[in-house]
Structure formats: structure tokens, C-alpha cells
């Protein structure tokens, strides 16, 4: 069974403490960050969606042009009311679901992972044997799962994970792809920025 359509979910909720600025409009290769990561991900998905926290963020993101915007519809539950948000919001039954600090996503891993949806709820990488919720894949059977633990705020994202069907896509698997795992690399302080900066040197 083929995946016929499949939407892009960039979570840019976050407050940037680490930081000290907003991540998402960092400019990066001449770009806001969010533009990078939506440009990767256009490479595979049909339609993208940006979730912010509140309409004022979501109103001030610089998006390209046919990127939607969603508001939280659980505020204050961090990723997973994300998720929540990103999913119920597009079209698409699948969903790959990034942070919006992650410029060197890699589409190849992606793709090998839109291969594994079938018969599953959840495809999600697992490094140094901890999964990577904010660089997975899910599908809209998860959004009853997910609202059940959001209602009783029971915000860790792999808790529901007992609820639905899991493929774990291990390291061995990942290093085919992405054998310098930079993918998972996301941007959080200003040391990160520079490591990013030096890796965009290089070409990636």
C-alpha cells in the first residue's frame, strides 16, 4: 500500500530561550531558518504547515508563499500539542512532523521512512536508544491517542506511543542514509548556530 499524499509539519512554538533570539527567523544561508527547513521538506511532501503558539507568532512568521499557518489548539503543551495541531490541521492521513531549528534534514532518510508507514500509526528514528519524536512521521490515527494525554496534561511525546502502532526505525538503518546522523541536528544555542555555520561550509 502506497502513501499517496503526505504533509510537512514544522513546529515553531518554541521561545528561543537558549538562544536568545527567535531560531526561526535566524538568517541562515541567506534565509530564515523556517524557510530551510520548508525547503527540504517541499522536496517530499504535498503541503506544509507552520504551528506557532498564539496568532500574533503565527502572524509574524515570514513564510514563502503557500505555506500555512496553524495556531495551537492546546496552548502551552509543547510538542505534542503541536503535533496535535500540525496533524488535525493538513489534508494529508501522513504527516512528517520537524522542528522548525533543524536545517539539514535529509530527505533520502525521509524517503526510506515514508516506506515503513504502511500498516503503522507512528515511524519514528531511534538514537542512542532514544526515539526522536520531532523528526518522525505520523499518521491521523494517532490525533485520539494524542488528545487523550493532552486533555490530562501528559505532555512526554512517546507516552502515547503505547497506544498506537510503532515502527522504530534503529541506528544501523539511519547510518545508510545519514551516516554523520546531521539530520537530527538542531540549532539551540549560539555554539550550535556556529557548528551549523561550519557544516554549511561543508556543504551540507
Not at 514544522?10 to 544561508?29: I, M, N, Q, T, Y
Not at 490530562?152 to 497506544?163: G, W, Y
Request: glycine letters at 6%; proline letters at 5%.
Amino acid at each position: 500500500m502506497a502513501i499517496d499524499r503526505v504533509a510537512g509539519v514544522v513546529l515553531a512554538g518554541g521561545l528561543s530561550r537558549r538562544l536568545g533570539r527567535d531560531k526561526a527567523v535566524e538568517v541562515f544561508d541567506g534565509e530564515p531558518l523556517v524557510h530551510r527547513v520548508i525547503g527540504r521538506l517541499s522536496e517530499l511532501v504535498d503541503e506544509v504547515v507552520v504551528v506557532a503558539n498564539n496568532s500574533e507568532r503565527a502572524g509574524a512568521l515570514p513564510l514563502p508563499d503557500g505555506v500555512n499557518t496553524a495556531v495551537d489548539i492546546y496552548p502551552d503543551t509543547g510538542s505534542l500539542g503541536g503535533i496535535f495541531t500540525g496533524v488535525s490541521f493538513v489534508e494529508s492521513e501522513w504527516s512528517i512532523v520537524v522542528a522548525c531549528d533543524m536545517p539539514f534534514l535529509n530527505m533520502d532518510l525521509f524517503t526510506h521512512m515514508l516506506t515503513l508507514c504502511p500498516d503503522r500509526d507512528v515511524v519514528v528514528p531511534v538514537l542512542d536508544g532514544r526515539p526522536e519524536p520531532t523528526h518522525a512521521i505520523y499518521s491521523k490515527s494517532c490525533l485520539e491517542h494524542i488528545e487523550t494525554r493532552l486533555r490530562v496534561n501528559d505532555l512526554k511525546i512517546t507516552r502515547f506511543f503505547d497506544d498506537v502502532r510503532v515502527q522504530y526505525v534503529l541506528q544501523e538503518t539511519i547510518d545508510l542514509y545519514d551516516p554523520r546522523r546531521i539530520s537530527f541536528f538542531n540549532v539551540n544555542t549560539p555554539t550550535d548556530l556556529a557548528c551549523a555555520l561550519s557544516l554549511l561550509a561543508e556543504g551540507y
